[in-house]
């Protein structure tokens, strides 16, 4: 149960949205359920399909994490939405994936930002040591730093220092 914090933040960012978009379009903010519960029936199914992946993001924090409950918030949000007799015009279906690609990813980026100017790129803490949870979103950029170093000590020649540079 370790994503019900984040499955909240998310909640209460999807009904930030309902109500922002009734309010744009002149209708009662207070109907804002009845805009926001496929979305939120789609957050849920999107919080369960990122836990249970194969190669599953393992913090529900992560922007791997994020980014799956988005693609499921707004793909399953828009279908239960047209199941149930509403609209889904073109300007729309972008205004969603846009906002809800910036609420639902976006806090997460900013939480993985604020982890690494704290100093703690990796959120690696005494109470994570020797779990398997100690490293998730920042997987991406160590990999690519590594295969950088590879590259680069595979593409530098040896030395030798009596004899120099030697080919490889």
């Known amino acids: ?7 909240i933040v ?3 960012l999807v009904l930030v949205f309902a109500v922002i978009g ?8 207070g109907g804002f ?8 029936v789609a957050l849920l199914v999107g919080h369960v399909a990122a836990a249970l992946l194969p190669a599953r993001p393992r913090r529900p924090w992560s922007l791997v994490w994020g980014a799956v409950v988005w693609a499921v918030t707004v793909v399953g949000g828009l279908l ?3 199941a149930a007799g509403d609209t889904a015009q073109i300007a729309f279906i972008i205004v969603t994936t846009l906002v809800l690609g910036v609420f639902l990813v ?3 980026a900013v939480a993985a930002f604020l982890r690494r100017r704290a100093g703690r790129p990796s959120d690696n803490s005494s109470i994570h040591e020797g779990s398997a949870d100690a490293a998730d979103d920042d997987e991406s950029t160590d990999d690519a730093a590594l295969d950088e170093e590879d ?5 530098a020649p040896e030395t030798d220092p009596e004899s120099g540079p030697q080919p490889r």
């Open 106 to 108: 976006g806090w997460r």
């Open 22 to 29: 009734r309010a744009s379009h002149g209708e009662s903010p």
């Open 10 to 12: 998310d909640a209460v």
């Open 33 to 40: 359920l009845i805009t926001a519960w496929p979305f939120l």
């Open 80 to 82: 239960l939405r047209v």
């Open 151 to 155: 590259s680069e000590a595979e593409s």
């Open 1 to 7: 149960m370790r994503f019900v914090p984040a499955f």
